[in-house]
């Protein structure tokens, strides 16, 4: 517009000059019309008609609780009127704002009339209205809302000027409120209880003063924030949690928004002033909080009189008729008073007022401090009245309200009393001061005279005139005493007694009794003498005296002994060789001495009557006779002579009863009263038992004394056999064999601690048992020992005990180690021989012994061995030909093991062949066969040298059963990790029956030295014609754990069980009876069972996860022309469908197939009931049977799994023995050899009363390549 308009002036210019019509208005109007285009309106200031801010950054901040008013000043030379926003055709830039700042949606920009208003209030001012609502939007100046203004004008002119302002919008923080409270914890502060109001107000986006940052409380600033519904208390120590309510204020203000700041200051303290204010995040402020603590009640002033005495009938000082009386001192000022406050920086303001008459006229004098000390003088008059007015105040405290007292001060005269020959306490007079016009009294601690007592005050010494003293003092006085003689003055009479000393005459300087009495003063004293038996008068000092005042007059009355005569009568006996009586004279008291009175074989006891002691001459005359004792006899013996002797000494004499040559009852004539000891000498193997005719301590001490013997005495000491063995004893060895030797039948010996053979003399030697004896250990197997001692005694090494004589020996609690059985005997530690003979162990341990045979243990014929918790370790059999037996050697014995642990012991450590039974060898002697039975407990362990061991070809790891013997194993006993070099890890049994019931055997080895053998937990043969039968019911043979696997190693056959020729196995029986095996491994054939010209007979056990090169779980083969024959029944199951459940046949080669079972020719398997195979696995030939050249017989619900095929090779076929239920409708599936795919090929026949056609389908056959073949109705192959 404005080209528009430069061009048309232009125009009219160039036209104008052109023109010689112009004229002077006409230049006139052109000027105003430019300059009119030509100004420009500028805005030049803004305000905020309403409460606005400052920010810390400078910007000016507006609440948001009301509308924003900002007025703009514009300089409008040309009164221009300006386009508002909002009016019809307003351009829209007129107000704009920051991208971030926008209308109620959120995404367009501020909307004019809604959001805000702009308006012409005049011509040089704009009013921009910024509305609430769109404050709250932007609270805590969350953008700057400042505006860009550019100007319009109604005449259509767009102005150059954008003008633009800061602004935001920020709602102060509000100005908290306080309540005085106090601390709930001694002691007791100030605390401001601090509250803020509006914090519940909301805005878009949250709490409307969320944004507090700090509170400022007398110049200190502490961190405030806010999370959800409170305040962030501030971390410093003045903010706390807790307030009691001050007397006073009201109650304390509590819940959000509430902060106690504990001042520090004691309650009670002055009053200090406070400023409180919050800061929010802007560093906007709000109005300042001035309060503060309490202005306390200043208590009242101590008032304290420093001079004078405040008198007893004093008033309370309220008016002056009532007055404080102080008692003045003789000096100026005769009376001052204190007046104190106790709080510091206080004043104390008084004025002291003398009253003249009825008024107030006398002089005041005024004091202003802390204390003050006022005086009251008499200046010379007899009493005074004052009038005492003050008050108390202090900064920061209310002052005392002004107190009023009247004091009268009055003048004192002395009284003085005289004690007039007397005392006081502190001298001869006594003064005190008496008030003017009041009574003086008597002193309240008379003064005293020694013999006399006061009878009254008088005013002259003369004591004419008494005094009254309801007399009013006046002027000072003086009073004196009266004395009258005293009725009951003490003195004593003291009696004394004349020492028994040689010289007469001769007096204590203490009497013997003395009299205290009382008298009246100046009187005689008249003396009652004493009667002493045998003492008489001898004189008085003084001999006359009189009661002196002081009453310390003493009479002294002395008594002189009497002289008697006394006989001594030797009473049958001599005195100095006579038998008359001796008399001799002294003083009563005196020393006496007796004479010494002899008579042959007694023994003077006393003189009749007794001589006092010590002895002196007695208060008259006296016979004395003498009084006699006979001399005892004491006689001593061992009673029945048997066990030791008896030593007796008296004096220096020594005599020994015993037994012959000894002197079997010697004897001592004693002195009467006299005592003997005595010493009891035990034989070997003997104690003393208990004493007769003396008292010993203890009862069965080894000596012992006979004292204050007076009558004839019999002393017997009774020994007997010793029952306790310590290894403190003197070579226990020995006295434990002597024990054993002279003991009692059915007699108990303890051992206490470990009793070891060494070489000395007669402390070595097996324990021989002939009778029935019990031996045990006095605290436990662990320390109680038996130590033979065998690498130490070098020759003269023996075993422990030997059981003979049919005897029976029982051991308890007790390890008995280092023995060596004596060559060609059997038995390290325990031999027991002969018929009947029996050992019997609880609790014990025998550790490390050997033998030839038998490390431990060896028991002969028709004799018995139990063992019950008691473990057999590190033993062994040595012999180089037969060291059978590392634990136990039983030959046609009875063995019992209950409980019990047997590990680590080792059969044959020598070289040889042959030998065998790591742990328990068994065989007959002649006709009399072993039996073994173990009832619960291990055999072996899972420990590095746990393994019982049967070594250099020998079998039976853990346990040999010869021929004829049986074992019988129950109630969960274990065989663990046992080793054999040849068969039979755990069990060897040759030609010997075996019984094992719920039981676990694992982990055995079977080693196969040789090339031969097996058997890794059971071997059972033949030993001539007679064959082994085995019986497993319940129990676990192998297991899932990774030591678990029985093993037959090195071509090893039966990973399990080997079962030969003749021999028998039955597995299992009802449900409850069945057995697992489980994981065991054979190096070549029947990881589970191998069976070669046996019967086997398995009914409801599992076999799984057994491996072998063929028979994973079985293998069935004949020697010679004895075939196998094995019979599977019930709810057997050979394998599983856990993952690790297959048997498997590894093999590929010579030896190979039959993942579940292998049978060979000519062999009888039959499978009835449930029995399934499943799951198996197998490199070649049948994962579930491989047969080979013989007849598998089926019946029942027996059913081979699809998944495991039965292989029929060399012309084996299957037999249906009755109609098959199999539960899948397949009773197996049939693979053949591939030359054998042919319809020429019988794989199925049928006993005569089976139809074989209606079985034929119950069979599948595995395809020949693409192949599919079937069995038809004739039981030959078939293609479709």
């Known amino acids: 517009m404005r080209k528009i308009i430069t061009v048309i002036i232009g125009a009219a210019s160039i036209a104008l000059l052109l023109s010689v019509t112009a004229c002077k208005e006409l230049f006139a109007d052109i000027e105003e019309d430019f300059s009119y285009w030509a100004s420009e309106p500028i805005i030049t200031n803004f305000r905020a008609a309403s409460p606005a801010s400052v920010s810390a950054a400078g910007v000016q901040c507006v609440p948001s609780s009301h509308n924003a008013v900002l007025t703009l000043t514009v300089h409008n030379p040309r009164n221009f009127s300006f386009v508002m926003p909002g009016s019809s055709g307003a351009p829209s830039d007129i107000v704009t704002f920051a991208s971030n700042v926008h209308d109620a949606s959120g995404i367009n920009p501020p909307e004019a009339g809604a959001d805000y208003t702009l308006v012409q209030s005049g011509q040089n001012t704009l009013t921009l209205t910024y509305e609430s609502v769109f404050l709250k939007r932007y609270e805590w100046s969350s953008a700057n809302i400042g505006a860009s203004i550019r100007l319009y004008s109604t005449d259509g002119r767009k102005f150059n000027q954008i003008y633009k302002f800061n602004l935001e919008a920020n709602t102060p923080p509000p100005k908290p409120t306080a309540v005085l409270a106090k601390t709930t914890t001694s002691p007791e502060n100030y605390v401001l209880c601090l509250q803020v109001p509006d914090m519940g107000i909301s805005v878009p986006g949250g709490k409307l003063h969320e944004d507090i940052a700090e509170i400022e409380i007398n110049g200190t600033s502490y961190t405030l924030t806010v999370s959800g519904g409170d305040f962030v208390k501030p971390a410093d120590a003045h903010f706390i949690t807790a307030v009691t309510q001050l007397a006073g204020y009201p109650s304390p203000p509590s819940g959000a928004w509430v902060l106690y700041y504990d001042t520090g200051l004691a309650v009670g303290n002055a009053y200090q002033p406070y400023t409180v204010k919050l800061k929010d995040r802007k560093g906007l402020v709000s109005e300042t909080l001035e309060t503060g603590t309490a202005r306390p009640q200043l208590p009242a002033e101590t008032v304290t009189v420093t001079r004078g005495q405040q008198s007893t009938g004093s008033g309370l000082g309220g008016t002056t008729g009532d007055p404080i009386i102080i008692n003045g001192e003789t000096s100026a000022p005769e009376a001052q008073i204190t007046i104190a406050h106790s709080t510091p920086g206080t004043t104390v303001h008084c004025e002291v007022q003398e009253i003249v008459g009825a008024s107030s006229t006398g002089a005041v004098s005024q004091y202003d401090t802390n204390p003050v000390t006022a005086s009251l003088g008499l200046a010379g008059e007899n009493e005074k009245l004052y009038k005492v007015k003050y008050h108390t105040d202090g900064t920061g405290y209310t002052p005392t309200s002004t107190t009023i007292k009247y004091y009268k001060v009055l003048k004192c005269h002395r009284v003085t009393f005289n004690a007039n020959g007397g005392t006081f306490l502190s001298g001869s007079t006594l003064s005190v001061l008496v008030p003017h016009n009041t009574q003086a009294a008597a002193p309240s601690t008379p003064p005293t005279k020694t013999g006399y007592h006061i009878d009254g005050w008088y005013t002259e010494a003369a004591c004419t005139t008494q005094w009254n003293f309801a007399t009013q003092i006046t002027e000072d006085k003086q009073l004196y005493a009266k004395w009258t003689p005293n009725g009951n003055t003490p003195y004593k009479v003291e009696h004394y007694q004349e020492l028994p000393t040689a010289t007469a005459g001769q007096y204590p300087p203490s009497p013997a009794d003395t009299d205290k009495l009382t008298g009246t003063t100046g009187d005689t004293i008249t003396v009652t003498q004493k009667s002493y038996q045998g003492f008489e008068f001898d004189k008085q000092e003084p001999a006359s005296a009189t009661i002196a005042a002081d009453g310390n007059t003493v009479v002294k009355v002395y008594y002189k002994r009497k002289t008697v005569t006394v006989t001594f009568n030797p009473g049958g006996g001599t005195i100095s060789g006579s038998p008359a009586n001796v008399t001799v004279t002294g003083r009563f008291g005196t020393t006496l001495t007796p004479p010494t009175p002899v008579k042959p074989n007694y023994t003077f006891n006393a003189w009749s009557p007794a001589i006092p002691s010590p002895p002196v001459f007695p208060a008259s005359d006296t016979t004395y006779t003498a009084q006699w004792h006979k001399n005892p006899k004491v006689t001593f013996k061992v009673y029945n002579g048997t066990g030791g002797s008896l030593k007796g000494t008296y004096g220096s004499s020594t005599q020994t009863a015993g037994n012959p040559p000894a002197i079997l009852e010697p004897y001592f004539i004693v002195t009467y009263g006299g005592s003997i000891s005595f010493e009891a000498l035990p034989a070997l193997a003997w104690e003393v038992d208990s004493w007769t005719g003396l008292t010993a301590s203890p009862a069965n001490a080894a000596t012992a004394t006979l004292s204050n013997i007076t009558l004839d005495t019999t002393v017997i000491v009774k020994f007997k056999k010793k029952t306790t063995v310590n290894s403190t004893d003197t070579n226990p060895w020995e006295i434990l064999r002597e024990a054993v030797r002279i003991a009692d039948n059915n007699a108990v010996i303890t051992v206490n601690g470990e009793i070891m053979a060494t070489n000395a003399t007669g402390n070595f030697g097996k324990i021989d048992i002939d009778k029935n004896i019990t031996i045990q250990g006095g605290s436990g197997a662990d320390s109680d ?142 006709s009399t066969a072993s039996a073994v039975t173990i009832k619960g407990g291990t055999i072996g362990g899972t420990g590095t040298n746990d393994a019982n061991v049967a070594k250099n070809l020998g079998s039976g790891g853990a346990i040999y059963i010869g021929e004829g013997c049986t074992l019988t194993m129950q109630d969960n006993a274990e065989l663990i990790g046992n080793e054999a070099a040849s068969s039979g890890g755990g069990i060897c049994a040759s030609g010997a029956t075996v019984n094992i019931t719920n039981c676990t055997i694992k982990g055995n080895t079977a080693r196969a030295a040789g090339g031969s053998g097996g058997g890794g937990a059971i071997y059972a043969g033949k030993t001539g014609s007679t064959a082994s039968a085995v019986t497993i019911k319940g129990g676990t043979i192998g297991g899932t754990g990774t030591n678990d696997a029985n093993k037959a190693e090195n071509l090893g056959i039966g990973g399990a069980i080997c079962i030969g020729e003749g021999c028998t196995l039955n597995l299992g029986g009802s449900p409850a009876e069945g057995v697992q095996l489980i994981g065991n491994n054979a190096d070549e054939s029947g990881g589970g069972i191998f069976a070669y010209s046996a019967t086997v007979n398995i009914t409801n056990c599992t076999l799984k996860s057994n491996t072998a090169k063929r028979g994973g779980a079985i293998h069935v083969q004949k020697t010679g022309s004895t075939p196998s024959t094995v019979t599977i029944k019930g709810n057997t199951t050979i394998g599983g469908t856990g993952p690790n459940d297959a048997n498997n046949a590894t093999g590929d080669g010579t030896y190979e197939g039959g993942g579940g079972i292998w049978v060979g020719q000519a062999c009888n398997l039959t499978l009835q009931d449930s029995v399934k195979v499943i799951g198996n696995k197998a490199t070649k030939k049948g994962k579930g049977i491989n047969a080979i050249n013989t007849v598998v017989c089926i019946k029942d619900s027996v059913e081979v799994d699809q998944n495991n095929d039965v292989y029929l090779d060399y012309g084996s076929k299957i037999r249906a023995d009755s109609a098959l239920t199999p539960p899948s409708n397949k009773a197996a599936r049939i693979t053949v050899p591939d030359g054998q795919y042919q319809t020429t090929t019988q794989v199925l026949i049928a006993v005569t009363s089976v139809n074989l056609a209606n079985e034929a389908g119950k069979f599948s056959v595995t395809p020949k390549g693409s192949q599919t073949w079937s069995v038809g109705s004739n039981g030959y192959l078939k293609t479709p």
């Open 785 to 926: 020992i038996l130590n033979a001692n065998r690498d130490s005694l070098g020759s003269n090494a023996h075993h422990v005990f030997t059981v003979s004589n049919g005897k029976t020996l029982i051991l308890k609690n007790l390890t008995l180690k280092g023995g060596k059985g004596i060559s060609g005997t059997f038995g390290g530690a325990v031999l027991v021989t002969v018929y009947g003979s029996k050992a019997q162990l609880t609790d014990c341990v025998i550790d490390d012994c050997i033998a030839d045979k038998g490390g431990a243990i060896g028991c002969g014929k028709d004799t018995t061995v139990n063992l019950t918790r008691t473990t057999i370790k590190n033993c062994k059999a040595t012999n180089s030909s037969a060291g059978n037996g590392g634990g136990i050697c039983a030959s046609g014995a009875t063995v019992n093991i209950t409980n019990c642990t047997i590990k680590g012991n080792t059969a044959r450590a020598a070289g040889g062949s042959g030998g065998g039974g790591g742990a328990i060898y068994s065989e007959k002697t002649g």
